[in-house]
């Protein structure tokens, strides 16, 4: 095991001066890539996830979190295995994007929430792309078609609940038992989740201005640490481009890709998607190659997610046991399926957006490049904040149908 590290710390090592040495050679390329990357963080990655830091730090300060914790384990065990407080990171990985499920799982573990096999369950198929970027960027933004916003996402987020379907059976005899609350079993599930969540707050004995400062605070850190990220890895790509191994890895991936029936033509975008998501998807959707090719090869780039959003992910399960690997093989599994409901999706999908989406969606999504990055923010904030909403109500009628079921079979 020592020798395997070691192993692993010179080829870092090695590729760290690689690093330097391409700087050194290419300071244009350099400058080039760090303008880009910082671009592309302050212009997009930081007004769209702000508010979903910081709400997500305040939402769990305040308790919301063992408060669905409790109110959602019967809807969540029986799913996906994993706490009802999973049940948050659902909601908010499914509406904000990239990489805030990690986080937000990784402060789950940290306060002892879930244990290590759930916190690796949950992270793996509640880390998606943003709904905002697959309907306007890529749709409209790339392939100027409106029509296949709902065809790319509707397999990007499919994909990921049959991944998490499937993950509840992963680490089954995890010997880790996180205890549950002890309010009484006899009292009704929402006022055990209204205690829970009052015994959160009372617990925390910061002020709520304290509470406010230090989400903005930590939101703040979190985004400067992908920004890092971001433009570290948008330097690498250039270099790696100018050295000519995208092509290289393109060449690679027709080895398996091609004969499956790709198209060629996108292979570059798929590369290139390997390191980074947003230019590959780019890539792809100028691609010489038939729509049907473009969207499978979009389908895998935004499952994958690039090593860039991957880097992010570790770094945010940095202080925690939380092990990488399982995230790293669901992105491939997640790649898989995505593609393969694109091919499954695409024909009915074709005539179903043409016939039903056109006179609702359509003129919202023509209109979205205008609109504030800011604005768009605060549409998925909204998206949240219901699907929030909707998932307690349905923990509600479940409880109530489970009252009532047990009143009307009671002896009398």
């Known amino acids: 095991m020592q020798k395997q590290q070691e192993t692993m710390r010179l080829f870092w090592t090695a590729c760290a001066l690689l690093f330097v040495l391409g700087m050194i050679t290419q300071p244009q390329t350099v400058y080039e890539g760090a303008v880009y990357g910082l671009g592309t963080w302050w212009n997009i990655v930081f007004p769209s996830l702000l508010p979903f830091f910081i709400v997500s730090e305040l939402l769990m300060n ?8 409790v109110l959602l384990e019967p809807v969540m065990r029986p ?17 904000s994007g990239y990489p805030i499920g990690a986080m937000v799982t990784a402060r ?51 994909a990921n609940l049959t ?18 609350p002890t309010a009484d079993r006899n009292t009704w599930i929402l ?12 617990r925390d004995k ?55 029936g790709l198209s060629p033509a996108v292979l570059p975008a798929l590369a290139s998607g390997l390191f980074e998501m947003t230019t590959g998807t780019k890539l792809a959707s100028e691609a010489a190659a038939p729509l049907l090719h473009q969207l499978i090869a979009v389908a895998m780039i935004l499952a994958w997610s690039g090593l860039s ?18 995230f790293i ?12 409901y694109t091919c499954l999706m695409f024909g009915p999908a074709a005539t179903l957006n043409q016939s039903l989406i056109q006179p609702v969606f359509a003129p919202l999504l023509a209109t979205v490049q205008p609109v504030s990055l800011w604005r768009a923010s605060l549409i998925s904030l909204f998206l949240l904040l219901l699907s929030l909403g909707l998932m307690i109500m349905l923990a509600a009628v479940l409880v109530i149908l489970t009252h009532i079921r047990v009143i009307v079979l009671r002896p009398r």
């Open 206 to 260: 910061r002020t709520p201005g304290q509470i406010i400062g230090d989400a903005v605070k930590n939101a703040i850190n979190n985004l400067l640490n992908i920004g890092g990220f971001i433009i570290l890895f948008a330097v690498i790509i250039r270099l790696l481009t100018q050295a000519g191994f995208i092509d290289l890895v393109a060449r690679a991936l027709g080895l398996v890709l091609v004969p499956l």
């Open 108 to 158: 789950l573990r940290a306060q002892k929430l879930c244990t290590r096999i759930e916190a690796e369950r949950l992270m793996s198929f509640t880390n998606n792309s943003s709904p905002l970027f697959m309907l306007a960027a890529v749709a409209v933004g790339m392939f100027h078609n409106a029509f296949l916003g709902p065809l790319i996402a509707g397999a990007h987020y499919l």
């Open 309 to 326: 959003i991957q880097a992010q992910a570790a770094s945010m399960i940095a202080g925690t046991d939380i092990r990488i690997g399982p």
């Open 163 to 180: 991944l998490g379907l499937a993950l509840r059976f992963y680490g089954r005899r995890d010997p880790e038992v996180i205890p549950r």
């Open 191 to 202: 006022r055990r989740a209204l205690i829970e969540m009052a015994t959160r707050q009372r």
């Open 62 to 69: 305040f308790g919301i979190v063992h408060f669905m914790g």
């Open 329 to 340: 093989l669901a992105r491939v599994a997640h790649a898989i399926l995505a593609a393969f």
């Open 79 to 95: 799913l996906f295995n994993v706490p009802g407080a999973g049940s948050f990171v659902l909601a908010i990985g499914y509406t």
